[in-house]
């Protein structure tokens, strides 16, 4: 069969690279092919090619495994709104798979709208936040300790129908507290002001669920 591209465009291209790359697509399977035509379609900007691309270097699929081209081809699928590129680019970004660790990035692209519909990458965001978490246990327990007392305060309903604030994984909706501590990772706060940033969004949290015009329990279910 002619692997002829000229005149296709790259959505032909790739539909025909997946005959070659995938069993029972009408071809006989030729990953060098497929890898060949994969990568004519992604050089024409075809973010599925890009995607595949990306992948099958990130993992060594039928090719020699290469962490930079992969985070390229990935990027370039992911400036193109793959929400899968999306995906893997965080993983590599979260893992430090051939470059540094950078949750900030990591965090970002699974917070685009084509990505946050992915339950991966919710599960991926939710891990983050826990990684994160567990690097400052001081802050932990001091963010604890000034709960504790907070939580002293309210009367037996309150406590039994307001969730606990800490740790920020419980919280998926507030991120502020989560970005205090990527900017404590990243080296640009310090880790007293990362704690005066969590600590202040706690007292937040306590007078919106507390308020007189909050939802019935502050509009949350028990903390299991």
Known sequence: MSTDIADESPEAIFERAKRF?????????????????FRQAASLGYAPAQRLLGICLLEGSFCPKNLDQARFWLTEAASRSDPQACLSLALIYAQGLGTPKRWDLAWSLLSRPEAEALPEARELKMKLKAGLVALYPEINEA?????NARRALLDRRQT?????????????GRQAEYF?????????ISREAALAAITKGLEDYYSEMTA?????????????
């Open 160 to 172: 039994r129908f307001i969730a606990p604030f800490w740790p920020v994984g419980r919280l998926e």
């Open 143 to 147: 963010v604890a300790k000034a709960e």
């Open 21 to 37: 790359y995938f069993p029972h697509q009408g071809a006989d399977p030729d990953p060098e092919v497929a890898l060949s035509l």
């Open 180 to 188: 205090a501590l990527l900017d404590l990772n990243l080296g640009k």
């Open 212 to 224: 007189p015009s909050a939802p019935p329990h502050g509009g949350l279910r028990p903390s299991p």
